[in-house]
Protein backbone atom coordinates (compact mmCIF):
# COMPACT_ATOMS: atom_id res chain seq x y z
CA UNK A 1 0.00 0.00 0.00
CA UNK A 2 1.06 3.59 -0.60
CA UNK A 3 -0.13 6.15 1.37
CA UNK A 4 -0.30 10.09 0.01
CA UNK A 5 -0.75 12.80 1.76
CA UNK A 6 -2.61 15.92 0.49
CA UNK A 7 -1.38 19.11 2.47
CA UNK A 8 -1.89 22.96 2.03
CA UNK A 9 -4.01 25.77 3.12
CA UNK A 10 -7.33 25.80 3.96
CA UNK A 11 -9.34 26.13 1.09
CA UNK A 12 -6.73 24.93 -1.26
CA UNK A 13 -9.06 22.12 -2.73
CA UNK A 14 -7.59 19.38 -1.34
CA UNK A 15 -10.41 16.98 0.21
CA UNK A 16 -12.27 17.69 -3.09
CA UNK A 17 -8.92 16.55 -5.15
CA UNK A 18 -8.45 13.47 -2.98
CA UNK A 19 -12.62 12.47 -3.12
CA UNK A 20 -13.09 12.79 -6.85
CA UNK A 21 -9.28 11.10 -6.98
CA UNK A 22 -10.33 8.26 -4.90
CA UNK A 23 -13.64 7.98 -7.60
CA UNK A 24 -11.59 7.67 -10.52
CA UNK A 25 -8.81 5.44 -9.34
CA UNK A 26 -11.80 3.02 -8.17
CA UNK A 27 -13.25 3.36 -11.72
CA UNK A 28 -10.17 1.50 -12.72
CA UNK A 29 -10.03 -1.07 -10.49
CA UNK A 30 -7.60 0.92 -8.17
CA UNK A 31 -8.79 0.04 -4.75
CA UNK A 32 -8.17 3.25 -2.07
CA UNK A 33 -9.69 4.74 1.04
CA UNK A 34 -9.09 8.12 2.08
CA UNK A 35 -8.27 9.56 5.98
CA UNK A 36 -10.26 12.64 5.94
CA UNK A 37 -9.37 14.74 9.45
CA UNK A 38 -10.23 18.60 9.11
CA UNK A 39 -10.72 21.56 11.46
CA UNK A 40 -14.19 20.56 12.81
CA UNK A 41 -13.87 17.20 12.88
CA UNK A 42 -12.06 15.14 15.70
CA UNK A 43 -12.08 17.30 18.54
CA UNK A 44 -15.86 18.82 18.91
CA UNK A 45 -15.28 18.93 22.50
CA UNK A 46 -12.32 21.03 22.44
CA UNK A 47 -12.60 24.69 22.78
CA UNK A 48 -11.91 26.35 18.58
CA UNK A 49 -9.44 28.72 20.57
CA UNK A 50 -7.48 25.78 21.71
CA UNK A 51 -5.36 25.36 18.33
CA UNK A 52 -2.60 23.49 19.88
CA UNK A 53 -4.61 20.88 21.49
CA UNK A 54 -6.84 20.45 18.06
CA UNK A 55 -3.99 19.90 16.16
CA UNK A 56 -2.62 17.13 18.26
CA UNK A 57 -5.57 15.73 18.39
CA UNK A 58 -6.19 15.69 14.46
CA UNK A 59 -2.55 14.20 14.14
CA UNK A 60 -3.04 11.19 16.39
CA UNK A 61 -6.15 10.51 14.97
CA UNK A 62 -4.48 10.63 10.88
CA UNK A 63 -1.72 8.79 12.75
CA UNK A 64 -3.73 5.46 14.23
CA UNK A 65 -6.13 5.87 11.46
CA UNK A 66 -2.93 5.58 8.57
CA UNK A 67 -1.17 2.34 10.99
CA UNK A 68 -5.00 0.58 10.95
CA UNK A 69 -5.74 1.06 7.71
CA UNK A 70 -1.84 -0.23 6.28
CA UNK A 71 -2.79 -3.50 8.41
CA UNK A 72 -6.58 -4.01 7.91
CA UNK A 73 -6.96 -2.63 4.28
CA UNK A 74 -6.36 -4.30 1.16
CA UNK A 75 -6.58 -0.80 -0.42
CA UNK A 76 -3.29 -0.32 -3.13
CA UNK A 77 -3.68 3.29 -2.24
CA UNK A 78 -4.52 5.37 1.20
CA UNK A 79 -4.95 8.97 0.88
CA UNK A 80 -4.44 11.08 3.84
CA UNK A 81 -6.12 14.50 4.18
CA UNK A 82 -4.01 16.46 6.51
CA UNK A 83 -1.43 14.10 8.05
CA UNK A 84 2.33 14.50 9.62
CA UNK A 85 3.52 17.00 7.24
CA UNK A 86 0.32 18.73 7.25
CA UNK A 87 0.59 19.40 11.07
CA UNK A 88 4.31 20.28 11.14
CA UNK A 89 3.46 23.27 8.60
CA UNK A 90 0.30 24.26 10.93
CA UNK A 91 2.25 24.24 14.00
CA UNK A 92 4.77 26.35 12.32
CA UNK A 93 2.22 28.71 11.23
CA UNK A 94 0.89 28.78 14.31
CA UNK A 95 4.07 29.95 15.97
CA UNK A 96 4.62 32.39 13.67
CA UNK A 97 1.35 34.20 14.30
CA UNK A 98 2.36 33.81 17.85
CA UNK A 99 -0.70 31.24 18.86
CA UNK A 100 0.72 29.00 20.27
CA UNK A 101 4.34 29.04 22.66
CA UNK A 102 7.62 28.06 21.13
CA UNK A 103 8.29 25.27 22.95
CA UNK A 104 4.62 23.70 21.98
CA UNK A 105 5.57 24.27 18.28
CA UNK A 106 8.81 22.08 19.11
CA UNK A 107 6.89 19.96 20.36
CA UNK A 108 4.41 19.27 18.27
CA UNK A 109 6.49 18.97 15.26
CA UNK A 110 8.29 16.50 16.93
CA UNK A 111 5.38 14.08 17.66
CA UNK A 112 4.67 14.76 13.50
CA UNK A 113 7.80 14.37 12.33
CA UNK A 114 8.31 10.71 14.37
CA UNK A 115 4.98 9.69 11.85
CA UNK A 116 6.79 11.59 8.86
CA UNK A 117 7.98 7.72 7.57
CA UNK A 118 4.45 6.66 7.67
CA UNK A 119 3.71 9.33 4.34
CA UNK A 120 5.33 7.60 1.00
CA UNK A 121 4.11 10.43 -1.09
CA UNK A 122 3.16 14.46 -0.90
CA UNK A 123 0.43 16.42 -2.49
CA UNK A 124 1.47 19.93 -2.11
CA UNK A 125 -2.08 22.10 -3.04
CA UNK A 126 -0.60 25.84 -3.32
CA UNK A 127 -2.29 28.71 -3.47
CA UNK A 128 -2.88 32.34 -2.95
CA UNK A 129 -3.93 33.94 0.74
CA UNK A 130 -6.11 35.71 -1.43
CA UNK A 131 -7.93 32.96 -3.22
CA UNK A 132 -8.05 31.27 0.08
CA UNK A 133 -10.25 34.07 1.82
CA UNK A 134 -12.40 34.65 -1.28
CA UNK A 135 -13.28 30.76 -1.59
CA UNK A 136 -13.69 30.91 2.70
CA UNK A 137 -15.77 33.52 2.18
CA UNK A 138 -18.21 31.62 -0.23
CA UNK A 139 -18.21 28.58 2.05
CA UNK A 140 -20.89 29.11 5.06
CA UNK A 141 -20.89 26.04 6.51
CA UNK A 142 -17.15 26.69 7.68
CA UNK A 143 -16.48 27.77 11.57
CA UNK A 144 -15.32 31.28 11.09
CA UNK A 145 -11.50 31.14 12.94
CA UNK A 146 -8.17 30.94 11.35
CA UNK A 147 -9.39 30.80 7.83
CA UNK A 148 -10.47 33.70 7.70
CA UNK A 149 -7.29 35.45 9.58
CA UNK A 150 -5.22 36.64 7.17
CA UNK A 151 -2.13 36.83 8.94
CA UNK A 152 -2.38 33.43 9.69
CA UNK A 153 -2.69 32.40 6.40
CA UNK A 154 -0.06 34.16 4.98
CA UNK A 155 2.33 32.09 7.72
CA UNK A 156 0.84 29.29 6.61
CA UNK A 157 1.92 29.72 3.00
CA UNK A 158 5.33 31.10 4.61
CA UNK A 159 5.93 28.21 5.67
CA UNK A 160 3.99 25.74 3.22
CA UNK A 161 7.08 27.47 1.37
CA UNK A 162 9.40 26.74 3.64
CA UNK A 163 9.01 22.97 4.21
CA UNK A 164 8.40 22.18 0.24
CA UNK A 165 12.02 21.67 -0.44
CA UNK A 166 11.95 18.87 2.78
CA UNK A 167 9.60 16.72 1.43
CA UNK A 168 9.83 13.54 -0.31
CA UNK A 169 11.50 13.35 -3.56
CA UNK A 170 8.38 12.14 -5.25
CA UNK A 171 6.48 14.89 -4.26
CA UNK A 172 4.13 16.46 -6.91
CA UNK A 173 3.37 20.45 -6.22
CA UNK A 174 -0.28 21.20 -7.61
CA UNK A 175 -1.82 24.81 -8.63
CA UNK A 176 -4.81 24.63 -6.59
CA UNK A 177 -5.94 27.79 -8.42
CA UNK A 178 -6.31 25.65 -11.67
CA UNK A 179 -9.22 23.95 -12.77
CA UNK A 180 -10.25 20.66 -10.88
CA UNK A 181 -10.50 18.46 -13.98
CA UNK A 182 -7.19 19.57 -14.84
CA UNK A 183 -5.87 19.00 -11.64
CA UNK A 184 -7.53 15.26 -11.35
CA UNK A 185 -5.86 14.46 -14.86
CA UNK A 186 -1.95 15.18 -13.63
CA UNK A 187 -2.90 13.46 -10.28
CA UNK A 188 -4.39 10.27 -11.73
CA UNK A 189 -1.49 9.67 -13.94
CA UNK A 190 0.70 10.23 -11.72
CA UNK A 191 -0.74 8.36 -9.14
CA UNK A 192 -1.77 5.48 -11.38
CA UNK A 193 1.92 5.26 -12.16
CA UNK A 194 3.10 5.23 -8.71
CA UNK A 195 0.31 2.27 -7.99
CA UNK A 196 1.45 0.09 -10.79
CA UNK A 197 5.15 0.25 -9.55
CA UNK A 198 3.71 -1.02 -5.85
CA UNK A 199 1.56 -3.65 -7.61
CA UNK A 200 2.48 -5.25 -11.27
CA UNK A 201 -0.87 -7.03 -11.15
CA UNK A 202 -2.41 -3.41 -11.92
CA UNK A 203 -1.31 -3.47 -15.63
CA UNK A 204 -4.10 -4.36 -17.31
CA UNK A 205 -5.88 -3.22 -20.41
CA UNK A 206 -7.57 -0.31 -18.61
CA UNK A 207 -4.26 1.65 -18.16
Do not use: C
Not at 35 to 45: E, K, L, V
Not at 83 to 101: D, Y
Not at 182 to 197: C, G, H, T
Request: no cysteine; glycine share 4%; hydrophobic share 45%.
Amino acid sequence: METIEFTGPPHAGKSTLAKELGHRLYLKDVHNQIIRRGMRMPGSFIHRDNFYDRQLLILAESVIGIIRLRDESKADILFVDQGPWNAVIFFTALAKRQLISKEQAIAGISFAMTNIHRIDFVVLVKIPVEASLQRTYLDLSMPQDLVRDRNFLEAFVQASDEIEKELPEESLIIDGTLPIKQNLEILEEVIISIAKSKNPSLVASQF
